[in-house]
């Protein structure tokens, strides 16, 4: 089998072969390291995972994130659905038109999101039970509280879909989708975070963030300073201060890291 | 500013477009289309036994694969850079407490994206780019900002639409690190314009623009000396 002459006939239908391949290199690698009387005979199979893993039959990743967006996405649609509903919430005119914007974009998500997973023969999970009001109380009563959680979902948001990216880096149609989500969720978290009167962005592990103890899980892990080879990006150029080299850069969550804080309003 | 050097190019004495395996493998990868004379090759090039191309000195090749995706937002960073440094400087005066704030923070966070661009692409990177800001009033306040509005929009859009392009993930998970923060200063900016417009740029899907590089490099040439060539980037 002459695996560089396959690859060289389906270049004839498939143009990017060798880019999608490329992104499997560590399948190749794989490759490489079997015995190489074992690579042999091990080559239609592996060759055939290669092909598959290239071409998505494996899509329940990607399915699987998809459904994890649209939970989190359902749980602000939710939570604004039900604030502006909530009869002498929000009162300020230029905060209920935020907050109506906000609202529609996050519902408009949920639609997109559940196309999505249906366009990949998945199932998209149907709208969980939420309970907003388990640890914050006055959560539709108290227009601080009300804004405070608003900023800790769109923070959050923020930072689960970073969190994925690099999971959807073999479908770069989900993947853009995500992308152009995940830069209006930061519109959001921006405009609510500075409603509180903080800054737009964050510095420290949630210094300039302003929420309760309680909500201090979306703000670990954001005072990080490494930067992929960099271990103190505040060293760069002509050195920059810790809250200049946190703020610029948002730090991804992690599946279990979002379950949690989700789970504070189930 | 220091004066952008050329890049180091290679030139196919056979005019084959093939010189060596790698190469024909790189063109491959790169999708290429000509075969090309003027290849410039921005990584791991140690030959100089090959002439070097006396083409347009002002002409920055932004390079092949990922190298060339980073050195591409780290041309936007440079220009969104080199703006809020001229804000600070020029322009302080204009504006309220909170707002210089914001401008003070914007200048180090594209500073630390450009200094942080730089030191990881190290020798790929390309050349301190002239910024032409010739057309920008730093004594109108509305001229500056609408200026950062654009700038903020186009690099939000320009990291969504190069996010797809990257091949290595934490590159990625990288460039998703900066892009939020950009759409962070897109909305404050937005709404020291018009209070409220902070997500305007979404569309009915809830979906903010994704250009191409081609595009975000037209939007960006009436600011930048330097003629960028993305003829290499991914496609």
Redesign the interface.
């Known amino acids: 089998m002459n695996i560089f002459k396959i690859i060289e006939e389906i270049e004839k239908f498939d143009p990017e072969v060798y880019g999608r391949l490329d992104s499997r290199r560590s399948a190749f690698k794989n490759l490489g390291s079997l015995g190489k009387k074992t690579a042999l005979a091990a080559m239609p199979l592996a060759l055939g995972s290669v092909f598959q893993k290239a071409y998505g039959q494996g899509n329940s990743m990607v399915l699987e994130i998809l459904n994890f967006a649209l939970k989190l996405e359902y749980l602000e649609r939710n939570f604004y659905t039900q604030g502006l509903a909530a009869s002498g919430l929000i009162t300020d005119s230029a905060a209920r038109g935020a907050f109506e914007k906000i609202q529609m974009h996050e519902a408009a998500h949920v639609d997109l999101l559940i196309t999505t997973i249906q366009s990949l023969n998945g199932t998209p999970i149907s709208e969980p039970t939420f309970n907003f009001g388990k640890n914050f109380a006055d959560w539709n009563t108290n227009y601080q509280t009300f804004l405070t959680l608003a900023q800790a979902f769109e923070d959050t948001g923020v930072r689960a879909y970073k969190g994925q990216a690099a999971n959807l880096i073999n479908n770069d149609t989900v993947l853009t989708v995500a992308l152009q989500i995940h830069s209006v969720e930061a519109r959001h978290a921006a405009h609510v975070r500075r409603m509180r009167s903080n800054k737009g962005w964050i510095e420290g592990a949630g210094d300039n963030s302003d929420v309760p103890a309680g909500a201090q899980p979306v703000y670990a892990g954001e005072n990080n300073v490494m930067q992929g080879s960099i271990n103190d990006v505040k060293t760069v150029g002509e050195g920059y201060s810790a809250a200049i080299a946190t703020g610029a850069f948002d730090e991804p969550l992690t599946k279990e890291q979002v379950a949690q804080i989700v789970s504070l309003f189930e | 500013m220091e004066k952008p050097t050329q890049k180091q190019g290679q030139q196919d004495k056979a005019g084959t477009g093939i010189v060596v395996p790698q190469r024909r493998?790189f063109l491959?990868?790169a999708?290429a289309t000509a075969l090309a004379t003027t290849l410039l090759l921005t990584t791991s090039c140690d030959d100089d036994d090959d002439e070097t191309m006396p083409t347009d000195p002002e002409t920055v090749d932004l390079g092949s694969g990922d190298t060339g995706i980073l050195n591409y937002a780290y041309a936007l960073e440079q220009l969104e850079a080199a703006f809020y440094a001229e804000v600070v400087a020029k322009s302080l005066g204009m504006f309220s407490q909170t707002e210089q704030?914001?401008m003070q923070?914007l200048k180090?966070?594209e500073?630390?994206?450009?200094?942080?661009l730089?030191?990881?692409l190290g020798n790929a990177a390309i050349p301190d780019l002239e910024v032409d800001f010739s057309t920008i009033n730093f004594n109108d306040k509305n001229n500056i900002l609408a200026t950062a509005r654009t700038f903020e929009d186009l690099g939000?859009a320009a990291?969504?639409?190069a996010?797809?392009y990257?091949?290595n993930?934490?590159?990625?998970?990288?460039a998703?690190?900066?892009?939020?923060?950009?759409?962070?200063?897109?909305?404050?900016i937005r709404?020291l314009i018009s209070?409220?417009t902070?997500?305007d740029?979404?569309d009915?899907?809830?979906?903010?623009?994704?250009m191409m590089p081609a595009d975000v490099l037209q939007a960006a040439a009436p600011f930048i000396k330097n003629k960028i060539s993305a003829n290499n980037l991914?496609k």
Do not use: W
């Open positions: 493998m491959r990868y999708g704030q914001i923070d180090g966070h500073g630390i994206h450009r200094d942080f730089k030191a990881a939000v990291y969504n639409g996010g797809q990257l091949e993930a934490g590159f990625l998970t990288l998703g690190k900066i892009v939020s923060v950009e759409a962070r200063h897109a909305a404050v709404d209070n409220g902070f997500s740029t979404a009915n899907m809830g979906l903010d623009p994704a991914p």
